[in-house]
C-alpha cells in the first residue's frame, strides 16, 4: 500500500510541475509578444510625430531652427 501511495505522490508532483512549465511558458510568450508590440507601437507613434513635424514646417507654422531643434530631439528617442 506505501508503494501506492508514494507513486500517487510522485504522479502528483511531476503533474504540478509540467502544469507549471506550461502556465510559465505561456506567461513567457504573451510577455514576449506584448513586448513587441510596445517596440512597433513607439515605432509607429515616432513616425507620425516626424510626419506632423514636417507637415508643420512646410506650412510655415514652425521655422528651420524649432524644425531642427525638434527633429533632433525625436532621433535620439530612437537611440
Known amino acids: 500500500m506505501t508503494l ?3 507513486g500517487f ?8 510541475l509540467i502544469f507549471g512549465v506550461i502556465i510559465f ?7 514576449k509578444k506584448s513586448l513587441q508590440m510596445e517596440e512597433k507601437y513607439k515605432i509607429v ?13 512646410a ?15 525625436l532621433s535620439s528617442l530612437n537611440s
Open 4 to 6: 501506492h501511495l508514494v
Open 9 to 16: 505522490i510522485i504522479l502528483k508532483v511531476l503533474s504540478v
Open 25 to 31: 511558458k505561456v506567461i513567457m510568450l504573451i510577455k
Open 45 to 57: 507613434r515616432k513616425s507620425n510625430a516626424i510626419n506632423i513635424l514636417k507637415e508643420r514646417f
Open 59 to 73: 506650412s510655415g507654422e514652425i521655422d528651420d531652427n524649432e524644425y531642427k531643434e525638434r527633429s533632433a530631439f
